[in-house]
Structure formats: C-alpha cells, structure tokens
C-alpha cells in the first residue's frame, strides 16, 4: 500500500518559515492536499492541489510537490500557526495521510 | 449555513457496537460523498471508508472491512458509520468530511467529530 512519511515535529521562530515535508514514492505524480488540525477541533484544508490556497487560508501557507516530496511552507510564522500537519494524496480511491507533523512555534 | 453536525460522544462495552451520524445542511447532499476518517489517542488521521450519498454505493480501507458499515438516509441527509465489534483500540475522535471533487479531491468541510470510548 502507498504511504507517506512526514517528520513527526519541526520548530520555528516566530517570524521565521516553517517547511514541513512530505514525502512518498512518486509523489509529484498526484495531487497533495495539506491539513491543519488544532488539538480538539476538526482538521482544516490549508492547501489543495500541491499549491492552492482554500479561501481565507492566509498567503502565508504556500505549496509545492516533485518529484517525491511535497512540502508545505509557512512564511512568517504565527504562534496561531502551531498545530499538526497533515499531507493527503490518493492511492487510486483510497485516501492516504502522512503521519502528521507537530509544529511549533517558540 | 453549509456543515456536517455528528453525533454525539459514546461509551460501549468491548464487543459492542457503535453507530455515529453525520447529517449535513446547507447543501445538496447527494452532490458529495462523504467519507470517515478517526484519530486515536495520541495518533495520526487515519482513513476508513465513504460512501457515494447518490447510489449509496461504498469503499472501505483494507483494514476496516467486514467491522465497518457505512450507510446513509437520504431523506434526513445524513450518513452513518457503524463500527461492529468494538475493541480497546477503537477509542478515538470519528469525523465525518465531505469530498470536494473538481480537477482534485480533497475535503473541504469536516464535522466537529465524535468522541467513541471503549471501555469494560
């Protein structure tokens, strides 16, 4: 079965970029989506398509994939930013999530 | 106001059943399927099936065929996850998402998520 492998946590300083990585035998062939989920809310799409922004995602969050890793970037980041990352792609009509990454923001 | 209202928190027994809804409003539900995606403590999301509120057609992860029974009414918009066969590693939050499919798919709304315990 396809998987995909995120490192499990990343740290940022306010301000600074944040790149979370994900990574999947190639990857750059399908489409990644990005989660972010807050600890007792539900999951948020904060990138589809490897680089589009859903409405009132800030443009700060940007989006790439090729090859195969696909990675989300947070410019500037915001204490309100800190939350687990999930990236998503389909393996023909089975979804597949990373591991999620824990980011922090110290 | 377009969401997915789930139902709310249960506490089974090992060996029981659990059954959590999922009802959307401010859309047709017909248009979208919906899938059921659960985090267990500690863990990441993991994938477990949907079904096409349409035909009523569905597809499940491997690993939660023949314990997982997705179902849907149309009549009151709303689908339903029966999980059979409850064991300790089952606890987790259930969320219902809907599929937004264009040139991608991916889930553009998700439910609040239902909390299942299961514990003797």
């Known amino acids: 079965s396809y998987e995909l492998t995120q490192p499990p946590s990343v740290s940022v300083s306010p301000g600074q970029t944040a790149n979370i990585t994900c990574s999947g035998d190639q990857l750059g062939d399908k489409y990644v989506s990005w989660y972010q989920h807050r600890p007792g809310q539900s999951p948020v799409l904060v990138m589809f398509q490897d680089n589009r922004r859903p409405s009132g995602i800030p443009e700060r969050f940007s989006g790439s994939n090729s090859g195969n890793t696909a990675t989300l970037t947070i410019s500037a980041t915001q204490a309100l930013d800190e939350a687990d990352y999930y990236c998503?792609?389909?393996?023909?009509?089975?979804?597949?999530f990373g591991g999620g990454t824990k980011l922090t923001v110290l | 106001q377009v969401q997915l209202v789930q139902s709310g928190a249960e506490v089974k027994n090992p060996g029981a059943s659990v059954k959590v809804s999922c009802k959307a409003s401010g859309y047709t539900f017909t248009d979208y399927y919906i899938h059921w995606v659960r985090q267990a403590p500690g863990q990441g999301l993991e994938w477990m099936g949907y079904?096409?509120?349409?035909?009523?057609?569905?597809d499940y992860a491997q690993k939660f065929q023949g314990s997982v029974t997705i179902t849907r009414d149309t009549s009151i918009s709303t689908a339903y996850m029966d999980l059979s066969r409850v064991r300790s590693d089952d606890t987790a939050i259930y969320y219902c998402?809907?599929?937004?499919?264009?040139?991608?798919?991916?889930?553009?709304?998700w439910g609040r998520g239902t909390l299942v315990i299961v514990s003797s």
């Open positions: 079904i096409n509120p349409d035909s009523g057609g569905t």
């Open positions: 998503q792609a389909w393996d023909s009509s089975a979804v597949v």
């Open positions: 998402a809907r599929l937004f499919e264009t040139q991608s798919r991916y889930f553009d709304l």
